[in-house]
């Protein structure tokens, strides 16, 4: 999966490097629906998939803010926040 993602994020780096290729040789339309394609596959496709990833065997009620966990940063002394 991370091989994934890297061969996706040079593809959509190479595809922005392409759109402004053409935006420099006066073909702007092309260039700008390059560069969209590639911000748009950037938001939809490699954002969830970077998610998914980074967030595989994680409680989320760890990161969530608790009575527990408030209990546990007072126990520490964060409070101070």
Known sequence: MKIFMRLLVIAILIA????????????????DRIIGIAVLASAFIL???FLVVRWRGKKLEDYT?????????RDKGIDRL
């Open 16 to 31: 922005v490097g392409v759109g402004f290729y053409f935006r420099l040789n006066d073909d702007t339309l092309t260039g």
């Open 47 to 49: 954002m969830p998939i």
């Open 65 to 73: 803010l608790s009575e527990k966990n408030m209990k546990k940063m």
